[in-house]
């Protein structure tokens, strides 16, 4: 969905009574860490949405190896979770503009970030809207990064 169809979603939940939970990232390539990540952060409201970094600020976040899988792809394969209800892909490299648009009850973020390590303007944007800020435990040694290491080092081999 497109972040002017988010909001109007966010909308109708409001007036329903239902918590929205955000959450964002690359999801480059979709691992165990980050379905066990999103069904924990779905567990603390009634609707999950996910941002997905667009393909252009993957590039400028991970590098010009990255994304390996296009946005339409990544937002294809997240939405498609169970726990995912819905998924919106953004252009920035900070979701600052959508989450004070969105303005979520809860925010969720893996456990590899502290409240001193979000980004500042995402910070000031969640709590100017009210949003609980919650880190998610970290699933050890699954990440994409990882992942495209060993596969880097298998095909040398």
């Known amino acids: ?27 480059d390539i979709l691992h165990r860490g980050h379905v066990d990540y999103l069904d924990r952060a779905k567990a ?7 941002l997905v970094n667009s393909d252009a600020s993957v590039r400028s976040l991970k590098g010009p190896e990255r994304p390996v899988n296009p946005e339409s792809d990544r937002a294809f394969v997240i939405a498609s979770l169970r726990s995912v209800d819905a998924a919106v892909v953004f ?21 590899d970030y502290t409240l001193d390590k979000l980004d500042p303007s995402e910070r000031k ?5 009210g949003a609980k800020i919650e880190f998610m435990p970290f699933v050890a040694g699954r990440s994409t990064t990882g992942i495209l290491n060993r596969i880097r080092h298998n095909a040398k081999q």
């Open 1 to 27: 969905m497109t972040v002017d169809e988010a909001v109007s979603w966010r909308d109708g939940l409001r007036k329903s009574g239902l918590r929205l939970v955000v959450t964002n990232g690359c999801f």
């Open 44 to 50: 603390l409201g009634d609707k999950l949405l996910v």
């Open 91 to 111: 252009d920035g490299t900070r979701c600052d503009r959508e989450l004070a648009l969105l303005s979520p009850d809860v925010y969720a973020k893996a456990g």
């Open 125 to 129: 944007s969640l709590e100017e809207c």
